[in-house]
């Protein structure tokens, strides 16, 4: 009888000991033998019904779909916008100088801590460029009446527009006092209009 060389045998005995114990015959097989293939070709096929559009994509919640309707999600930062009130804490005085940290500009724009707010509900009468005298007159009094507001108490900032600034870089918040907008409080004075996405005349 002819025996295989040693080198031969020890290649053979090293490649079956990599390639692990042979499977048991089918008969033999349990069930559980078949749950790895079976798991493989089922997130194999789901894969590829996904991609190829055979499957639906996931429907949204319905409380993301509420909250969508709301108004609180905000796609175009990938966010949601802001609900939290920010409370306002400070003394403020009238814009005066270059340096501004918390003053008020006129009725609807104002400096705290050193950032600029325009308030986004209302528009209130111009002061630096008024296109009359009544406009001038009423925008400052706009100024004061903004003014004797923010050093009251129980005052928040509210982000109640997708946008966080406008194109001049002033942060765009709502103005609330317990609970309520101060711009509804100026409009009724006749101070403010509400702003609707363009300004109107104060000169009528």
């Known amino acids: 009888m002819t025996r295989k ?34 798991l493989a070709t089922i997130l194999f096929l789901g894969g590829i019904g996904i991609y190829s559009g055979l499957i639906p994509a996931p429907r949204l919640a319905p409380a993301t779909i509420l909250a969508d309707a709301a108004g609180l999600i905000d796609f175009s930062t990938t966010g949601s916008v802001s609900s939290r009130a920010e409370p306002i804490s400070a003394t403020f005085s009238i814009c005066a100088s270059a340096t501004r940290i918390n003053c008020v500009v006129d009725g609807d724009t104002f400096w705290y801590r050193g950032e600029k707010y325009r308030i986004s509900d209302i528009n209130t009468p111009e002061i630096s460029q008024p296109a009359c005298e009544r406009e001038r007159q009423l925008g400052h009094q706009a100024q004061v009446a903004l003014l004797e507001t923010l050093n009251g108490e129980g005052l928040t900032l509210e982000q109640q527009e997708r946008r966080d600034t406008d194109k001049y870089g002033r942060k765009l918040r709502v103005v609330m006092q317990d609970g309520q907008s101060i711009g509804n409080t100026l409009i009724a004075q006749g101070l403010a209009h509400r702003w609707e996405g363009h300004k109107l005349s104060w000169c009528d």
């Open 5 to 38: 060389p040693a080198r031969v045998l020890l290649l053979k005995d090293a490649r079956q000991k990599l390639a692990g114990p042979p499977p048991p015959p089918r008969s033999q097989r349990r069930p559980t033998d078949f749950i790895p293939l079976r």
